[in-house]
């Protein structure tokens, strides 16, 4: 299995606080993806990096920032946590030339 | 517009019973088709993918997928389903833009009846 861990995997908030999930891997693969899974709508992608400083927004990037200062670290911030961001989110990781991407094991975001 | 269809929601079969899962695409440039399953509480796992070449691609687990240019589809299929097999099956559009990005259908489930 490709190293990637997630942090924390469960989470609870409340509306307007800051959270910060965290993405590591040990695969020193070039691409990092976060999504979020809900009900109906599959995974959507919140944004996703292509090298260290290099990012780029997805389709559901509202209300959402990253930051990978390091090849091995992805973070997601809700600079604001709302209720809509109430979702299981996951980060992926591609070395890009097989078009592959490994998923992390997911965190379970609930805003209250 | 880029897109990827799973029509199928929920599918219930009976354990050892034939399985295909359906996936149409809309994507402008040849794609790269993937199928991922993703089983309760867990990440997801790739079963098989096609870039080129045999349009029926083999996974793991016993499953494979068909490729037809001529429907815009990747139907995934196991000619006998085991009851681990109950999980969410999501069908992805690589894009070939140099972004490496993907589109994800929404996903069909499915329930094996022993």
């Known amino acids: 299995d490709a190293g990637i861990t997630q942090s924390p995997r469960h989470k609870v908030t409340e509306t307007g606080t800051p959270v910060t999930l965290r993405c590591h891997q040990t695969?020193?693969?070039?691409?990092m993806y976060w999504y979020r899974q809900d009900p109906g709508h599959g995974l959507r992608l919140i944004h996703y990096?292509?090298?260290?400083?290099?990012?780029d927004k997805g389709e559901v990037s509202d209300g959402y920032s990253v930051s990978r200062s390091k090849t091995e670290d992805f973070l997601l911030t809700l600079e604001s946590a709302t209720s809509s961001q109430t979702s299981v989110y996951f980060c992926?990781?591609?070395?890009?030339?097989?078009?592959?991407?490994?998923f992390g094991p997911g965190t379970r975001l609930t805003v209250t | 517009a880029q897109s990827v269809t799973q029509p199928d929601i929920h599918i219930t079969v009976s354990e050892g019973a034939s399985l295909e899962l359906r996936c149409n695409y809309s994507?402008?440039?040849?794609?790269?088709l993937f199928w991922y399953v993703q089983s309760p509480g867990q990440g997801l796992q790739l079963l098989l993918k096609?870039?080129?070449?045999?349009?029926l691609v083999q996974g793991i687990k016993g499953f494979e997928a068909e490729f037809k240019r001529s429907q815009s589809s990747f139907n995934l299929r196991k000619p006998s389903v085991h009851w681990s097999d109950a999980a969410e099956y999501f069908c992805?559009?690589?894009?070939?833009?140099?972004?490496?990005?993907?589109?994800f259908g929404t996903g069909t489930r499915l329930k094996v009846l022993a």
């Open positions: 096609y870039f080129s070449g045999d349009t």
């Open positions: 994507y402008g440039a040849t794609p790269y």
């Open positions: 992926a990781i591609s070395d890009g030339d097989s078009y592959e991407q490994y």
């Open positions: 695969e020193n693969h070039r691409y």
């Open positions: 990096s292509y090298g260290v400083k290099d990012t």
């Open positions: 992805a559009v690589g894009l070939t833009s140099g972004t490496y990005k993907y589109i």
